[in-house]
DNA sequence: CGTAACCTTGAACGACTTCAACTCACGTGG
DNA sequence: CCACGTGAGTTGAAGTCGTTCAAGGTTACG
């Protein structure tokens, strides 16, 4: 990797730079008729004939796998959306422990926080695509849009909700049913829930889950093998899951009786 | 402790319901003017010439010691704030398994979640005073109070910045790194730093500790005991702790170089 | 004064980590 | 085209930290 600058933070910087002063990409009219995203979180609360209006206030980004988005102290004037691909949320120690908060994928939102800064680092798992709103602009949008402002709340309870759910993960659960529990997460945030049959895609790598989950890549690996030897999950590949029993990864989570 | 019913959410739902009802306490025209959470989080933004609209809005109530005001499930209808005392938030699991989600002291509030329902029980963890407003009514007041709302955001930011300050810990830190942290949380979110010699009261049990940062009461003794040995902090009793090196406790939290 | 709840301490155990070796996929260049 | 190097993942063996099990101590309260 080549480092055009010895500070990692201006170099991130001017990543971000380039890539929000890039105008938006030669789409059609209005792109967000046909966004992966139209459908889910941030613009579902738009009727269609305010869509003009939405697309006006938003630009498209891209990110390669493993470029900063956001750095822990950044203002927070942006908010941006996953159109596809999937981003983590981290956040850093002074000597190096690394604690991820959450993964996002298409139409999770990132940024809208209470805050004028942001509080965590972001980054792009895989190739992302991403559509960035003026924050100020997105709140007045809330305003003119009620179903949008009960879109957000929804939203916003859900992040709550697993962030929570992940709290209870990293204090109580043991390494196996942490593993259990993450593949039940991918399932959910994941979008298309539409295929029963189809294997799970885990873009991140074994250190991103490790991070995740409070465990080293050693141990989620061989909680993958148990859960595999155990006829639960098949293993595809590194990165493919299949879950063969659905109901014994819920037991092996610890969210039921087997 | 006498079970008038056999169903533990309806004999908590009583001790609610009863409490509730309970008309606010005889107490000063504007018991806001006096209130120990005058100055902190929720009515912080209230200018006093509207106290008056504020205090009418809300009631007052008490809780004992463990007794429940929410369970997991329960329709989000009412926002609290703490005036005195400490309550607990908590999830459970089928299993028994039980992580504390956070500590809350005078001035932090309760309740006011993006979605409808409560994802949390809350729990008195010493003897209790509440203010209970209704929430409609405080989200109107917000829309009516910009410097309330302004707050209300800090306040909320503050929460995410907290809950993600805990996953790190729970995922990255050691029993005694926890502990170290646990501390400096409790300096951080009890009401009155202004007595810097003064020992830090921890109302909770060791059970609650323990619950709250993933680990056994055994541990968190042990834990208590290195820091003791270590003179970084002097243990009173069980319940009182005298911070005698801040540095030092901070570098043990994992925050710094010794 | 006795009981119970809570806390502390000790010893043995077990789960996860650490250290190390090995495999596999991929890409680069001889 | 294959040798080589690299990075990611898996697996094994030893070690460590936190848990479990057990006992003793302290405090509060009837």
Redesign the interface.
């Known amino acids: 990797m080549a480092l055009a600058s010895d500070n990692p933070r201006d170099e991130q910087r001017d990543v971000k730079e380039r890539l929000l002063a890039r105008p938006a990409p030669p789409a059609p009219k209005i792109a967000c008729f046909h966004c992966p995203a139209r459908t889910s979180d941030l613009c579902r609360g738009v009727a269609d004939k305010d869509l003009e209006e939405l697309f006006a206030s938003s630009s498209r980004i891209r990110l390669k796998a493993e470029e900063t988005l956001i750095l822990d102290g950044d203002e927070a004037s942006t908010v941006y959306n996953v159109i596809s691909g999937a981003m983590r949320l981290t ?1 850093l ?3 190096g ?3 991820i ?1 959450g993964f996002l994928f298409t139409g999770n939102y990132i940024g809208l ?3 004028t800064l942001y ?2 680092n972001a980054e792009a798992v895989s190739d992302v695509e991403l559509c960035a709103f003026d924050r100020r602009r997105l709140e007045t949008l809330f305003k003119l849009h009620p179903a949008m402002e009960a879109t ?3 939203m ?2 859900k992040v ?2 697993q ?2 759910d ?3 993960t ?3 659960r043991t390494a196996v049913e942490r593993v259990a529990s993450f593949l039940l997460y991918l399932r959910e945030a994941e979008q298309c829930p539409g295929k029963p049959g189809a294997p799970l895609h885990l873009p991140m790598t074994r250190t991103d889950i490790a ?4 465990l080293t890549i050693e141990t989620v690996s061989r909680s993958f093998t148990k859960l595999r030897t155990d006829k639960i999950i098949h293993l595809v590949d590194a990165h493919r899951v299949e879950v063969l029993r659905p109901d014994l990864l819920l037991a092996a989570a ?4 087997p």
Chains 1, 2 share one sequence.
């Open positions: 956040r120690s002074g000597d422990r690394r604690q908060l926080t209470p805050d509080h965590f957000f709340r929804a916003a309870a709550i909700d962030t929570y992940l709290l209870f990293l204090g109580q991070d995740f989950l409070g610890g969210e039921e009786a």
